[in-house]
């Protein structure tokens, strides 16, 4: 059985190989670990291991975990479903979310971060497969939201999210991740956002991600192993 210091040594060699084949600086790719359901055990290991960032879906299981390993040098992302009621806990406890895809829980989280606190770090999590996706803005929405959401105060606009509908097939993923960067560049370009970010890219996909210009892939499978009961 391979130790999760294995795995993390396995999905960087597979980072720098999908940085390499796109003529991409490796550093411009970073590892976000992805630690629903797992124990705070395996974040220590992994961060023994030399991971520093760490995904989380769901608040109450992330607060516990962040309790915890309070000892560590840690930041943490928020990456599920984002309701109302959740914002300030969010917006108190975490250094980047990367769900975002409406205006009012982006003008909660703006409001509720602490002052003492830098900027939370925004990505707007967008919709690349229609019908076959329930959360996320769709591309229509996004220039809107963005311009939006780029005036808050408290919030740093960084870029975008998606969660393609999965899929074994390579050019079926580089199309999807395309269409991702293309509306990051128009943001930039035609809205002259200083959008930076592109976090796509998971277990299965994160080569094709990479060739398409993500700057977070967010690992979770790889690096932890299976989850044990039926999360996405
Ligand atoms: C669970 C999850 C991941 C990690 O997926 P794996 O396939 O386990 O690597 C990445 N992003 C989000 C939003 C997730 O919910």
Redesign the pocket.
Known sequence: MSTIADNIARVEARIRAAALAAHRDEHSVRL?A?S?TKPAEALREAYAAGVREF?E?YLQEALGKQAELADLPLSWHF??PIQSNKTRAIAENFAWV??VDRLKIAQRLSEQRPAELPPLNICIQVNVSGEASKSGCAPDDLPALASAISALPRLTLRGL?A?PEPTEDRAAQDAAFAAVQTLNEHLRDHLDLPVDTLSMG???DLESAIAQGATWV???????GA?DYG??
């Open positions: 976000l992805v629903k995904g879906n990456i599920g990367h769900s999210m969660i998971m277990s299965h967010r690992i979770g499978t790889a690096l932890f989850r999360q996405p």
